[in-house]
C-alpha cells in the first residue's frame, strides 16, 4: 500500500477515535472551577421585592442554588421535583433551596409560578443576570449545592431530578461522597 493511502487511513482512524471518544462525554457535564471554592456573594432583590437576599446570611446550612428562568422550557420539566423537594426537606433545619430568577420580568415569574406551583422558598430576581455571570451560568436550570461554610460542592447542569437529594446531595450532607 502506499504512503499516501497509509496517512488517510491514519487520518479517518484518528477522526474515528475521537468521535468515539465524544460519545462517552455527558453533554450536559460543563465543567465548572468552582467546585471547591467558596461562593461568590451577593446581595439583591427578592422575586416579591420585598426583601433583598443576601447568601451569606444563610452561612451554617446547606444551600441549593437553583438558576432558572419563566422562558425555559427544562424548568418546566424541573419545577414538579422541586416542589417536592421543598416540601421533603421543610422540617430541616440544614438544608434550604434559593431560587435565581434571571434574565426575566417579574410578570413571567410571577406567571410561571402561578401556572407551575409556588415551590415556597426565596428566589432572587436577577434580570440583568449580574449574579448568573458571577456564577458562570451557561444556561437554565443549573444548580449549586453551598456547604455550610460557604463552599461551593457540586454544580448541576440540566433539570434535577427524583431521588436526586437522596443520591447525591444527601451523601455531601451526610459527609461521604457523590454517588
Same mark, same amino acid.
Given at each position: 500500500?502506499? %504512503? #499516501?493511502?497509509?496517512?488517510?487511513?491514519?487520518v479517518?482512524?484518528?477522526? !474515528?477515535? &475521537?468521535f468515539?471518544?465524544?460519545?462517552q462525554? @455527558?453533554?450536559?457535564?460543563?465543567?465548572?472551577?468552582?467546585?471547591?471554592?467558596?461562593?461568590?456573594?451577593?446581595?439583591?432583590?427578592?422575586?416579591?421585592?420585598?426583601?433583598?437576599?443576601?447568601?451569606?446570611?444563610?452561612?451554617?446550612?446547606?444551600?441549593?442554588?437553583?438558576?432558572?428562568? %419563566? #422562558?425555559?422550557?427544562?424548568?418546566?420539566?424541573?419545577?414538579?421535583?422541586? !416542589?417536592? &423537594?421543598?416540601?421533603?426537606?421543610?422540617?430541616? @433545619?440544614?438544608?434550604?433551596?434559593?431560587?435565581?430568577?434571571?434574565?426575566?420580568?417579574?410578570?413571567?415569574?410571577?406567571?410561571?409560578?402561578q401556572?407551575?406551583?409556588?415551590?415556597?422558598?426565596?428566589?432572587?430576581f436577577?434580570?440583568?443576570?449580574?449574579?448568573?455571570?458571577?456564577?458562570?451560568?451557561?444556561?437554565?436550570?443549573?444548580?449549586?449545592?453551598?456547604d455550610?461554610?460557604?463552599?461551593?460542592?457540586?454544580?448541576?447542569?440540566?433539570?434535577?431530578?427524583p431521588?436526586?437529594?437522596e443520591?447525591?446531595?444527601?451523601?455531601?450532607?451526610?459527609?461521604?461522597?457523590?454517588?
Open positions: 500500500m502506499s %504512503s #499516501w493511502k497509509l496517512a488517510i487511513m491514519g479517518v482512524l484518528g477522526i !474515528i477515535a &475521537l468515539a471518544m465524544g460519545l462525554n @455527558d453533554p450536559r457535564d460543563i465543567p465548572t472551577p468552582l467546585i471547591s471554592k467558596p461562593a461568590s456573594d451577593f446581595s439583591e432583590p427578592s422575586l416579591k421585592g420585598d426583601a433583598t437576599i443576601t447568601l451569606t446570611d444563610y452561612r451554617g446550612k446547606w444551600v441549593l442554588l437553583n438558576f432558572w428562568g %419563566s #422562558w425555559c422550557i427544562s424548568c418546566v420539566a424541573e419545577h414538579p421535583y422541586l !416542589i417536592q &423537594l421543598a416540601d421533603q426537606v421543610k422540617d430541616r @433545619d440544614d438544608f434550604l433551596i434559593i431560587g435565581v430568577d434571571f434574565k426575566d420580568t417579574r410578570e413571567g415569574a410571577f406567571r410561571f409560578l401556572r407551575h406551583g409556588d415551590p415556597g422558598y426565596q428566589h432572587l436577577d434580570p440583568k443576570q449580574r449574579v448568573a455571570i458571577d456564577w458562570g451560568v451557561y444556561g437554565a436550570p443549573e444548580s449549586f449545592l453551598i455550610p461554610t460557604g463552599i461551593i460542592r457540586l454544580k448541576h447542569t440540566g433539570p434535577l431530578y431521588g436526586w437529594f443520591k447525591v446531595a444527601l451523601p455531601l450532607i451526610d459527609g461521604g461522597a457523590v454517588q
